[in-house]
């Protein structure tokens, strides 16, 4: 028993050690399958649902794991970065159907998830650690319910609709850096590869306009050559059969 509890101690420690990093070619073959399973699985709100609640079973138990280290909770452990922050804009759209918002978080997402996976930050802590899991698990479910979103929800998004929502998320993240000191977006200092000694405002504000014109865009030319939206009616046309189905 003593042995069980030191080697679940030790995999939830709070002490920095060496750190390490996830071997890139997992992230890639999780990141393929991701993508795979988002673009061909049957579509449901219940499906959603499920990857959904996964997300945020993910956020809390690594907001309970900062708890554990008060000051380390407020330097990097609230949910002021792009991906923790989206999750609970998806949360807010899918249940009050707001569907333009739900469209913009998914794309928010599903670029997030990705990008985390290809920049594959340092962790702090040599594995075995609570770390390695949810970053994997949390950012694997976001990329999913990303795709199923875009693949059942898909509407048009307008140029300005976009602009508005970046600025507004990168305006928090600034703020919240501005007022505790933080590193959240890593708008204070950059992750590997990317220049140090950047101005923060300068980064929230490029940030800002890179998600409005690559979500706005890439969104448009989904649209306009059908790809997203044969998707998202063949989605919604099986899911209407397996409702009749269901009802008969």
């Known amino acids: 028993m003593r042995k069980v509890i030191s080697m679940f101690s030790y995999f939830i420690r709070?002490?920095?050690?060496?750190?390490g990093t996830i071997p890139s070619y997992i992230l890639a073959v999780l990141a393929v399958w991701g993508v795979l399973y988002g673009c061909l699985t049957?579509?449901?709100?219940?499906?959603?649902?499920?990857h959904l609640f996964l997300v945020l079973a993910f956020q809390v138990v690594l907001l309970m794991w900062y708890c554990l280290d008060i000051p380390l909770l407020l330097e990097e452990g609230l949910p002021f970065y792009h991906c923790r922050i989206v999750s609970l804009l998806i949360l807010y759209a899918f249940y009050k159907k707001k569907e333009?918002?739900?469209?913009?978080?998914?794309?928010?997402?599903?670029?997030g998830a990705l990008m985390a996976y290809a920049v594959n930050p340092k962790v702090l802590y040599v594995w075995p650690h609570l770390t390695y899991i949810t970053f994997v698990g949390y950012h694997l479910n976001l990329m999913i319910i990303g795709l199923l979103l875009l693949r059942r929800h898909c509407q048009n998004l307008s140029l300005s609709y976009c602009f508005n929502q970046s600025v507004k998320i990168n305006a928090v993240i600034y703020l919240v850096n501005l007022f505790l000191d933080t590193n959240y977006g890593y708008f204070k200092e950059l992750p590997a590869p990317f220049p140090k000694n950047v101005p923060a405002w300068l980064v929230a504000s490029v940030m800002a306009v890179l998600m409005g014109i690559n979500i706005y865009s890439i969104n448009r030319y989904c649209l306009r050559e059908n790809g997203i939206k044969r998707i998202?009616?063949?989605?919604?046309?099986?899911?209407?059969?397996?409702?009749?189905?269901?009802n008969r």
């Open 14 to 19: 709070t002490t920095t050690d060496a750190g």
């Open 42 to 50: 049957a579509v449901t709100d219940r499906k959603i649902t499920w």
């Open 100 to 111: 333009k918002l739900m469209t913009y978080t998914a794309w928010l997402g599903l670029f």
């Open 232 to 246: 998202y009616l063949k989605s919604k046309a099986k899911a209407d059969r397996v409702s009749e189905a269901k």
